[in-house]
């Protein structure tokens, strides 16, 4: 689904390094969410966004921040990046719905690699 | 505590045989929960969501309550279900809480 996009599709950084992943989406949500996926432990959440001026800590936050610069953008930040932030990383839409059943629409992933 | 559990990290079926993939849930409250999935060079998607109680490529997951789980089943599988699998429940404050997935290989 190219409606969410994100770059890079692959990075490579060191240690001590910031860096910023994008994310954006042509869908028209208000939610934005970044997770990270690491082999054996599924998606776990870093920071998720209802709106332009709601930005919420997630499950695993720390070491990272992110910006939503508009509707359609989200960016995530790693200030000094670290080796065990390498991991996959998604970034995910979704449009409030009745009964909370919206389905989130998820970006191809950006493979990071701190070395 | 909010907990997505699947047992199993690989699951390896013959073509026609019955699917099961297991998820089991930890919520106090009345759970939304829902199955993903990721085929191969594709994006993760949504398979299925139990309050809509639908058969998306015969896949079908019922939730019970009262073994907390939301197991996937298929009663004969096909090749192209070969991908992965994750379980995801809505937690408190409405966030999706994700199993590690299963891995679903289908032989020919």
């Known amino acids: 689904d190219a409606d969410v996009t994100q770059t890079p599709r692959n990075r490579i950084t060191k240690t001590g390094k910031r860096i910023m992943l994008e994310c954006s989406q042509t869908?028209?949500?208000?939610?934005m969410y970044w997770y990270r996926q690491d082999p054996g432990l599924g998606l776990r959440l870093i920071y998720y966004?209802?709106?332009?001026?709601?930005?919420n800590k997630g499950e695993i936050s720390d070491g990272y921040s992110v910006s939503r610069q508009a509707q359609a953008k989200f960016s995530l930040s790693l200030e000094s990046a670290i080796p065990n932030q390498t991991a996959l990383y998604f970034c995910?839409?979704?449009?409030?719905?009745?009964?909370?059943?919206?389905?989130?629409?998820f970006g191809p992933g950006t493979r990071l690699l701190v070395l | 505590a909010q907990r997505v559990t699947q047992p199993e990290k690989l699951l390896s079926v013959f073509k026609g045989a019955p699917v099961e993939l297991k998820c089991n849930y930890s919520?106090?409250?009345?759970?939304?929960l829902f199955w993903y999935v990721q085929y191969s060079r594709q994006r993760l998607q949504l398979l299925l969501r139990?309050?809509?109680?639908?058969s998306i490529k015969g896949f079908t997951a019922d939730l019970n309550k009262g073994e907390t789980s939301f197991h996937l089943k298929k009663p004969f599988a096909q090749e192209e279900d070969s991908a992965m699998y994750y379980c995801?429940?809505?937690?408190?404050?409405?966030?999706?809480?994700w199993g590690a997935g299963t891995k679903l290989i289908i032989k020919p």
């Open positions: 995910a839409t979704s449009g409030a719905a009745a009964g909370n059943q919206e389905t989130q629409y």
């Open positions: 869908k028209g949500h208000d939610r």
């Open positions: 919520y106090s409250g009345s759970p939304e």
């Open positions: 139990h309050i809509s109680r639908e």
């Open positions: 995801a429940l809505r937690g408190s404050n409405y966030q999706l809480i």
């Open positions: 966004s209802f709106d332009v001026k709601d930005i």
